[in-house]
């Protein structure tokens, strides 16, 4: 695929499932789901460039390049018109390919997915006037001005960009894309599952998602944080399977 090596696994038969993993993470996080899932579905779920055990893509990539990946995959795979669930960053990847191709989609599950801005809270205009400064201290100093930069950076960025490495640039491009305008044009029945307690993608964002998406309803999981799926996963399957069935 586009040169590169990409994991995946398939198993099981009926109606075929594809599952988008999230950021720094790979398809090992939905281990409960292809043990479980596939009495019922064909489930697929493969590793994005530079996840897991596929192979680094070369340049920055958008959440466009992923989904153009994510075609080909299914394409290669032979898979007509499978339901997507997405978790986190690949509900981004999830809620471009619906938006981009809906006869490519049955059904929409985005679990505690990416792809609405961060509100703007006085803690988030500080880290970026933060990291404003620190670039302008990195060009002017040199050595020194780099040095000052790489500390306060480790201070005030986020674990996924920090452990991004080679995909820093990446991982750049794609949180500053706005997806809201993309929401409006899903047509795929959607379900959103969220953890209540959800402090990555919080809550207010499955709102915003609800409101956006035209044939969306929203499922809260009590006691559940950003991996809601895994946190109340009991309570996850039997809500996703019947919407799933149709």
């Not at 064909?42 to 390049?65: E, K, L, N, Q």
């Not at 990195?138 to 995909?167: F, Q, W």
């Amino acid at each position: 695929m586009r040169g590169l090596r990409i994991r995946c696994v398939s198993v099981g038969s009926g109606k075929p499932l594809l599952m988008l993993h999230g950021w720094g993470t790979s398809l090992d996080a939905f281990a409960a789901l292809t043990e479980d899932l596939p009495r019922s579905f064909r489930v697929t779920a493969f590793d994005f460039p530079g996840h897991g055990g596929s192979g680094m893509p070369v340049g920055t990539w958008t959440v466009d390049d992923f989904v153009a990946l994510t075609l080909e995959v299914m394409a290669g795979l032979g898979m007509e018109r499978p339901s997507i669930l997405g978790h986190s960053f690949g509900g981004r990847v999830a809620i471009k390919l619906a938006a981009a191709h809906p006869e490519a989609v049955d059904r929409l599950v985005l679990v505690d997915s990416a792809g609405v801005p961060p509100s703007r809270t006085t803690g988030r205009m500080l880290k970026r006037a933060a990291s404003r400064i620190a670039n302008a201290v990195g060009r002017r100093l040199g050595r020194p001005g780099r040095a000052i930069r790489r500390r306060i950076v480790g201070r005030i960025a986020s674990p996924d960009y920090l452990n991004a490495g080679p995909l820093r640039d990446t991982f750049l491009a794609i949180v500053k894309e706005d997806l809201r305008p993309a929401l409006r044009l899903i047509q795929a029945p959607t379900l959103l599952v969220w953890g209540e307690s959800d402090e990555e993608t919080p809550l207010a964002d499955a709102r915003t998602m609800e409101k956006l998406i035209p044939n969306a309803q929203l499922l809260v999981l009590r006691n559940a944080g950003h991996f809601s799926y895994l946190d109340q996963y009991g309570r996850f399957r039997l809500a996703v399977i019947p919407f799933l069935d149709g």
